[in-house]
């Protein structure tokens, strides 16, 4: 059985994403964040459920981003839409990647605005840098560092965005406990990742080809709940993309094979905490 330990999973999702970054090319299908993966799940089996989950995401204007910027997108959902940004804010990206979220954002809180995009591999973090350059923003910065341990002072962020990342941390917990502290009172977290209604079982949890997939590190949506509200986070609303008027409830009714589904997920960092 795999090694499941933390150590082993960072490992290998900064194995696959550095080798996502490395091997892109403009000439092949864009990079997804279930591609390559031995077990589709999370995906579908067929292209319709393909395109339902991963395709047409953003509904803000990308055509200004180059071709290696949106090529390269990895996500699962339109953090920036459901973050509804304003200018001046200051801005984090957990697991910016590409970039392609933080220079969506950047735009969006103009000048006088901030952005921090935070990512463990390195080659990453070099395309993000290098399509920076090309775009001309200079209200974005890439650090690099683990969403679990973010390197970012106490209460100097406004908005918390992410985009199909948190389902690959080995630890949730602490990446929603960082995410409170590095909030401002009243800051608020709007994210696009990947959740259950149902969980998998141990042998399911130590493939490691689905974990890194964007698969089976997904948590089951009333756990998921919990750990933000274990945090601090008040306001918890996780919403199905595919239905996005209606609340994912607390309580996981589902039974058998855990169902993966593309959650929109938004919660508040109370005011005098």
Request: glycine fraction near 10%.
């Amino acid at each position: 059985m795999t090694d499941l330990s933390s150590e082993k999973i960072h490992e290998e999702v900064q194995k696959r994403y550095g080798r996502i970054a490395d091997e892109f090319k403009l000439d092949v299908q864009p990079a997804s964040c279930c591609a390559d993966t031995v077990d589709n799940t999370c995906c579908g089996n067929d292209d319709s459920q393909y395109d339902a989950l991963f395709s047409n995401l953003y509904s803000s204007d990308t055509s200004w981003l180059p071709e290696d910027v949106t090529g390269l997108s990895l996500g699962c959902g339109d953090p920036i839409t459901l973050a509804q940004l304003e200018a001046g804010q200051t801005v984090l990206d957990l697991g910016s990647g590409g970039g392609i979220d933080c220079f969506m954002a950047a735009r969006q809180v103009g000048p006088g605005g901030h952005v921090i995009g935070v990512d463990m591999t390195p080659a990453m973090l070099e395309k993000a840098r290098r399509n920076q350059e090309k775009i001309g923003l200079t209200n974005v910065e890439f650090r690099e560092g683990q969403i679990e341990d973010l390197p970012v002072a106490d209460e100097t962020i406004d908005v918390i965005i992410s985009n199909c990342v948190i389902n690959l941390s080995p630890d949730k917990t602490a990446v929603f406990r960082e995410a409170y502290r590095v909030l401002k009172p009243g800051g608020r977290i709007a994210v696009s990742d990947m959740v259950t209604q149902g969980h998998f079982t141990a042998a399911e949890r130590a493939n490691m080809a689905a974990w890194t997939g964007c698969i089976t590190g997904a948590e089951d949506v009333a756990v998921y709940m919990d750990m933000m509200r274990a945090a601090g986070f008040t306001e918890i609303l996780v919403r199905d993309k595919a239905a996005p008027d209606v609340a994912v409830g607390n309580v996981t009714a589902h039974t058998g094979t855990a169902k993966v589904f593309s959650a929109r997920v938004t919660a508040v960092k109370p005011q005098g905490e």
